[in-house]
């Protein structure tokens, strides 16, 4: 794993506790979001920056037992806590790497990958939505600046529709990089 940044945040228990305490009123949101983009039944799921698990018990739930969801992440506490947590829901179809978004290499592509605040996070938002491009069937690609961000209620059927979607929901603060595109 190469040197990067650290999380702006810290990998600390309290910034643990309070990522569960946000997603206490962001999933039911997110819940929405991900029906409505087309995560369902039978999907193979990559999500970026899981941290505790919060999406990943969302997306399991609307995935069923089969085939699976990855989850990475840097933090090993938060894996932990994840697959804790996982394997307390029942879901025996997931599975937690550390391991940078940048560095990930998968085995197979994915039918959808998903993150929630993943992207306002990466040294670079562009290189991150092209990597994800590449590791995503014919599918669904979600990664939201914010999930109540006014675009978070456009299904994306495709992932040449994504790209478009996603450069704009990254609004100005990718301003110079949207002209390299």
């Known amino acids: 794993m190469t040197a990067q940044p650290d999380y702006v945040m ?13 997603a206490a009123i962001l999933n039911p949101l997110t819940d929405s979001f991900l029906r409505r ?3 369902s039944a039978g999907m193979c799921v990559l999500e970026l920056g899981c941290g505790i698990g ?4 969302i997306a399991a739930r609307l995935i069923g037992p089969r085939p699976q969801l990855h989850g990475i992440d840097l933090d090993p506490a938060a894996l932990e806590i994840a697959r804790q947590r996982i394997r307390s829901a029942g879901h025996d179809h ?12 998968p085995i197979q592509q994915y039918d959808a990958i998903i993150g929630r605040h993943i992207l ?5 938002a562009l290189a991150v939505l092209k990597s994800a491009v ?3 069937r014919d599918g669904v690609l979600l990664l939201s600046r914010s999930t109540t961000s006014r675009c978070a209620a456009d299904p994306i059927p495709k992932c040449r529709s994504y790209l478009a979607w996603a450069i ?7 301003g110079p990089c949207l002209s390299r595109i």
């Open 134 to 136: 590449s590791m995503v």
């Open 37 to 39: 983009a087309g995560v």
């Open 10 to 22: 810290g990998h600390t228990d309290r910034e643990r506790r309070r990522l569960a305490l946000q």
């Open 54 to 57: 919060d999406v990943s018990l």
């Open 94 to 105: 997931v599975t937690f790497e550390q391991v940078d978004v940048a560095e990930h290499r």
């Open 168 to 174: 704009r929901s990254l609004n100005s603060s990718c």
């Open 120 to 124: 306002i996070h990466m040294k670079d």
